[in-house]
């Protein structure tokens, strides 16, 4: 790696922090709070990612030391199901790079692994800015690219209470900017040093209102627009769009880290959406009676 590495802050290693925790996300290249620094051969038995086996632990390092060795890369983290041990042998591995400065996504292709990899910003150009699908070794690898610069910047805004919202392919609900911060609570560092930040009381603050109002919004105009012309289909997007808010919602309320929306629902508490949306029918009177019932399912959520 180049550069010299960032400081590894001691803060809980948990994707779901203490809803009680104070406020302590810290800078990216705040100073080094006492905690030493492991080199390659340490981390190859200490890369904190649960239920690995031998073969899969070797694999990670390999991946991980050529991801690490790219040019302006100062992290490499692991990130999905294999970083909190849910996974399955079919799960892919979820990787990110972590970089300062001009990282060029051709230093990636050049490793030759096959794949698609992607320039910087290919994938809308917001916090979610691009990166590579890969099969290394016969196995499913997804890298991410994180310009520190950006994460940092989204540390302090998260720690004001601010975020931006952004569409991204294949999320109902978009995704907030925070999301990177949510990254950097829920990752294993694997090369590297990244803080680990709590949830800020700021943003569990803003957040939920945010959230609400954008399905109180989307419900709205299902109502007006599509019930009563009897479109099921834009209802039932509706329904399931204003579910991935109000999930937003009542995670954010509990200063709850989300990476994804896999598990967004069920987590929140909002699966019984899931008969609203079976029971629907392509009648006015019907249609609308459901967004009424999701108005009070998700009204009562927390």
Do not use: C
Not at 29 to 45: E, F, I, N, V
Not at 279 to 288: I, K, Q
């Amino acid at each position: 790696m180049t550069d010299a590495p960032l400081p590894d802050h001691d803060t809980p290693d948990s994707h779901t922090p203490d809803h009680d925790a104070r406020d302590r996300a810290p800078d990216l290249d705040a100073t080094d709070h006492g905690a030493p620094d492991l080199d390659a051969r340490d981390r190859a038995t200490d890369h904190g990612a649960p239920g690995l086996a031998a073969t899969d632990r070797a694999f990670l390092d390999h991946v991980a030391d050529r991801l690490a060795a790219l040019p302006a890369v100062r992290a490499v983290t692991l990130g999905g199901s294999r970083a909190d041990g849910s996974h399955t042998p079919d799960s892919d591995w979820d990787l990110a790079v972590y970089y300062r400065g001009g990282f060029d996504p051709a230093d990636l292709r050049a490793v030759g692994w096959p794949g698609e990899v992607s320039g910087i910003g290919d994938w809308g150009g917001g916090v979610f800015n691009g990166g590579a699908w890969l099969t290394v070794d016969g196995r499913r690898v997804d890298v991410h690219y994180r310009d520190l610069d950006a994460v940092e910047h989204e540390v302090a805004e998260a720690r004001q209470g601010r975020f931006r919202w952004e569409p991204l392919m294949f999320h109902l609900a978009g995704v907030p900017s925070y999301l990177v911060v949510a990254e950097l609570a829920h990752n294993r560092v694997l090369r590297g040093t990244l803080p680990r930040p709590t949830y800020p009381a700021a943003l569990r603050a803003a957040a939920p209102p945010v959230w609400r109002e954008r399905a109180t919004h989307t419900l709205a105009y299902a109502d007006a627009a599509h019930a009563r012309r009897g479109q099921l289909t834009e209802v039932t997007g509706a329904l399931a769009t204003a579910a991935a808010y109000t999930a937003h919602a009542v995670l954010a309320g509990r200063g709850e880290w989300i990476t994804n929306e896999k598990r967004l629902l069920q987590r929140a508490g909002l699966r019984p959406v899931d008969a609203l949306v079976a029971g629907l029918r392509p009648e006015p009177a019907a249609l609308s009676r459901a967004i009424d019932q999701a108005r009070e399912l998700f009204a009562a959520a927390r």
